[in-house]
C-alpha cells in the first residue's frame, strides 16, 4: 500500500505563491502517475494537475494553467505543486493522489493523502 503525505498548505493573500508537497512511501515502484486534486467548502473534488511517473506527460485543469506547475522527483518519491498567482477561488482542501495510469478524473487514483489546506484571502 502507498501512503501519500501533504504539506505545504497554509492562509495567504490573492496574489501570493505557495508550493504543495507530496511525500510518497511504500511501494512507489508500482506508481505511473502523481496528481493534484482539491476541494471547495461545498463542491466536488476536481482535477488541479497530474504529471506522468516516467516521461514528461503533464495535464493541468483549465484553471491551474499558466499559474500552477506541477514536477516530481522520482528519486525521493516526493511531487510538488507550485501555485503561483493565487486567487481567493483557489480556496480548498488540495490532496495528493498517485495511480497506475496518468488521468483526469479522481477514480484513475488508487491512492490519496489527508489533503492539505489552503485558503487564499482577498
Known amino acids: 500500500q502507498v501512503q501519500l503525505v501533504e504539506s505545504g498548505g497554509g492562509f495567504v493573500q490573492a496574489g501570493d505563491s505557495l508550493r504543495l508537497s507530496c511525500v510518497a512511501s511504500?511501494?512507489?515502484?508500482?506508481?505511473?502517475?502523481m496528481a493534484w486534486f482539491r476541494q471547495a467548502p461545498g463542491k466536488e473534488r476536481e482535477f488541479v494537475a497530474t504529471?506522468?511517473?516516467?516521461?514528461?506527460?503533464?495535464l493541468h485543469s483549465d484553471s491551474a494553467r499558466g499559474r500552477f506547475t506541477i514536477s516530481r522527483q522520482n528519486a525521493k518519491g516526493t511531487g510538488d505543486l507550485q501555485m503561483n498567482g493565487l486567487k481567493p477561488e483557489d480556496t480548498a482542501v488540495y490532496f495528493c493522489?498517485?495511480?497506475?495510469?496518468?488521468?483526469?478524473?479522481?477514480?484513475?487514483?488508487?491512492?490519496w493523502g489527508q489533503g492539505t489546506r489552503v485558503t487564499v484571502s482577498s
Open positions: 511504500g511501494p512507489t515502484y508500482i506508481l505511473r502517475a
Open positions: 504529471i506522468a511517473w516516467f516521461g514528461n506527460q503533464v
Open positions: 493522489a498517485a495511480g497506475e495510469v496518468v488521468g483526469t478524473n479522481e477514480y484513475d487514483y488508487k491512492f
